[in-house]
Each structure stands twice: as C-alpha cells, then as structure tokens.
C-alpha cells in the first residue's frame, strides 16, 4: 500500500459545480499536510497548508481528519482556471521529518 | 526573487552518459530536495538535505549522487544514465525541516536514449 493515495480522476465537472478531492496517508506519524496544484508540465505550487481545525482560502477548504487518517479539499463554484493535477503531500515526525511524501495526484477537468 | 532555479531545463542523454543537474534558491531556506515525477505519476523523492552537510537517501536514490555545496545549492549528478532515468526532475526547498512548505523549480526534463 502506498503511503499516500489519492483517487486519480479524472474529475470532469462542469463550471460552477462544488467537487471535493481525498486524500489518505497511512503512517499516523504524519504532521503536516499540503495541497498543491500543477498545471501540465509545470512545477508543483502550494495551494494551501491543512491545519488541524481546517481552514478555508476562498473557494478553496481542507479539512484534516486525523482518526480516519485522511484529508480533503473543496473546491467550489469551480472555474476554468481551476483545471489542473492536485497533489496532496504529508510529512512526518522523526528521523524523517520534513521531507514529503505525495500522492499520485487528482485530475480536474473543469469544463464551459 | 527568483526563488529556486534549476538548469538545464531540458536534456537529452545516451545511455551511460553522465550530467549534473544544478539546483540554487535564494530564500534561505535550510532544507533541499530533488524528486522526479515519471507520466501520471506523483513526485518520488530522490535525495534530500535537511540542512547545509548533510544529505540522505529518499525512496529511490538509486543512479544518483548529490552534492550540498552550500546553503543555497544542491546538485543531482547521474555518473551513468540509464533509460529508466527518463524522466522530468524538479529541485525543491523548504524552510525547514519541520514541516513547511515546499518551494520547486521549473523542472529539468531529460531524455536517456
């Protein structure tokens, strides 16, 4: 079992609708938790951190569920520019500490 | 800010050439990283710095060497490229060791023929 999974879509909404991505990690030494977006061949970029009372960045909210092990995002009144790969990441404590584990990433297709 | 820049971004090799991939930030950030990211794949993580003189094995460090010159670069080198080394390379770092965030580059896509 991979260490963090992710459904990989593809997700293919139309604009406006609300759609919600998860994600599930496997060691619960896990501390931090990320979600980033990239864009077709391009470098990753921080979407937002998920904080443990989950927290809301516009359209955008992560939550964490630490007993269920898993996080998620929501994206609402999705656009066309919301269209990319979303990629959850988690690190952990230890000897390990810092360096991120990902997912294989979500695919969102947000069509007119 | 530049942020973090890698070169070259693009690279075709034969097998059993070598090649360093060059990585620099200018955030003074303390940890590094290089993961490779293969066709509808996630990222796998190569080798990372935690911190300016040291460096450690990350899930498939095999083929590769790093080198931490300093606070602000950290180097891929492959001493004898294989095709399965195929793939698009991206340098990344992190404030800390703690949990922040990463910042990436803009990717080096190489080609091993």
């Known amino acids: 079992r991979k260490e963090v999974e992710q459904d990989p879509g593809p997700f293919n909404v139309p604009e406006g609708a609300t759609v919600a991505f998860n994600c599930t990690y496997s060691?619960?030494?896990?501390?931090?938790f990320f979600w980033y977006r990239q864009d077709c061949r391009k470098e990753p970029k921080l979407l937002m951190s998920?904080?443990?009372s989950g927290n809301e960045d516009g359209r955008f909210t992560a939550q964490l569920n630490r007993a269920s092990q898993y996080i998620s995002l929501l994206i609402r009144d999705s656009k066309l520019s919301d269209s990319a790969t979303y990629l959850c990441?988690?690190?952990?404590?230890?000897?390990?500490?810092?360096?991120?584990?990902f997912g294989d990433g979500t695919t969102l297709t947000v069509k007119p | 800010n530049a942020g973090v820049t890698q070169t070259p971004k693009f690279q075709v090799l034969k097998t059993g050439q070598s090649m360093t991939l060059q990585c620099a930030q200018d955030?003074?950030?303390?940890?590094m990283y290089w993961y490779r990211q293969d066709p509808g794949m996630g990222l796998r993580l190569i080798y990372y710095?935690?911190?300016?003189?040291?460096?450690d094995k990350g899930e498939v460090p095999n083929g590769y060497n790093v080198s931490r010159l300093n606070k602000r670069e950290f180097s891929l080198r492959l001493e004898s490229a294989a095709p399965s080394q195929t793939s698009v390379y991206f340098c990344?770092?992190?404030?800390?060791?703690?949990?922040?965030?990463?910042?990436f580059g803009n990717g080096t896509r190489l080609t091993v023929t």
């Open positions: 990441a988690v690190s952990r404590r230890g000897t390990n500490a810092g360096k991120s584990t």
């Open positions: 955030m003074n950030h303390n940890s």
């Open positions: 060691n619960s030494a896990s501390q931090s």
């Open positions: 998920v904080y443990s």
């Open positions: 710095s935690a911190s300016e003189g040291t460096t």
């Open positions: 990344a770092s992190s404030l800390d060791r703690g949990g922040s965030p990463l910042h």
